[in-house]
């Protein structure tokens, strides 16, 4: 592909096994297959203990599917973030999918060295807005992960936030939800269990559609009435 004008070849394997004993060392996929085939691209990466964390971009999974890898992963000690995610930051390390939007997104929001403030949301489009504000306002991103806007995310806010609660480095913690599922729920039981105790800040966005003069359309499979 080209960089600007520079021409740069990147090695291209049709075989997952053979690539994977060139590269041990290797233990995160991005999988950027469509809905149609992204289900048995997935269980294909879920062959080989080697990869740890999958990132599934394609939006539309059929829910069946979904909570299937759901369940695979979580019985492996595997970590899917989505479908239908962007991916995730982790700054002045790597980025995981398109998470963080364009280079000169990049560039404004500092993504190019660690911040304290680590942050799970549901849409993909948000979180490089989070990105921003964020940056503004602290000093910058820990880690940035989008769950995904389907119905069935294989890794959920809990997931994230367990781990953000971990670290040492992240030491203000950021939720953006939005209306539907109940996702949020387990994140407001875990801080009246005292699961979570770092500082967080919570947004579900929706919330103002009731004020809008017509009816308001989500685009998430997740943002259901229940």
């Given at each position: 592909f080209?960089?600007s004008?520079t021409e740069?070849?990147?090695p291209?394997?049709?075989r997952?096994?053979r690539?994977?004993?060139?590269?041990p060392e290797?233990?995160?996929?991005?999988?950027?297959?469509?809905?149609?085939?992204a289900?048995e691209?997935?269980?294909e990466?879920l062959g080989?203990?080697?990869?740890?964390?999958i990132?599934?971009?394609?939006?539309?999974v059929?829910?069946k599917?979904?909570?299937?890898?759901?369940?695979?992963?979580?019985?492996q000690?595997?970590?899917?973030?989505?479908p239908?995610?962007?991916?995730?930051?982790?700054p002045?390390?790597?980025?995981?999918?398109?998470?963080?939007?364009?280079?000169d997104?990049?560039?404004?929001s500092?993504?190019?060295?660690p911040?304290s403030?680590a942050f799970?949301?549901?849409s993909?489009g948000l979180?490089?807005e989070?990105?921003?504000i964020?940056?503004?306002?602290?000093?910058g991103?820990?880690?940035?992960?989008?769950i995904g806007g389907?119905?069935?995310p294989a890794?959920?806010f809990m997931?994230?936030?367990l781990?953000?609660e971990?670290?040492?480095g992240?030491?203000?913690?950021?939720?953006?939800?939005?209306?539907?599922?109940?996702?949020?729920?387990?994140?407001c039981?875990?801080?009246?269990?005292?699961?979570?105790?770092k500082?967080l800040?919570?947004?579900?966005?929706?919330?103002?559609a009731?004020?809008?003069?017509y009816?308001?359309?989500?685009g998430?499979?997740?943002?259901?009435?229940?």
């Open positions: 080209y960089w004008s740069m070849m990147l291209v394997h049709h997952l096994d690539c994977l004993e060139q590269f290797v233990d995160t996929v991005v999988n950027f297959a469509s809905a149609r085939s289900y691209a997935t269980l990466l080989h203990q080697q990869i740890r964390c990132v599934i971009i394609a939006e539309g059929p829910e599917h979904a909570r299937h890898l759901q369940q695979r992963a979580r019985a000690g595997v970590v899917i973030i989505g239908a995610t962007v991916g995730g930051v982790k002045g390390c790597l980025r995981l999918g398109n998470a963080g939007g364009r280079l997104n990049i560039v404004a500092r993504l190019h060295r911040g403030v799970v949301s549901r993909g979180s490089n989070l990105n921003n964020i940056a503004q306002h602290t000093d991103v820990y880690e940035g992960v989008a389907d119905r069935f890794s959920d997931d994230h936030l781990r953000y971990r670290e040492p992240a030491q203000l913690l950021v939720l953006l939800g939005e209306v539907g599922g109940e996702l949020e729920y387990d994140v039981d875990a801080l009246k269990a005292g699961r979570l105790t500082p800040v919570a947004w579900c966005s929706g919330t103002v009731a004020h809008f003069p009816d308001v359309q989500f998430h499979a997740g943002a259901l009435a229940q």
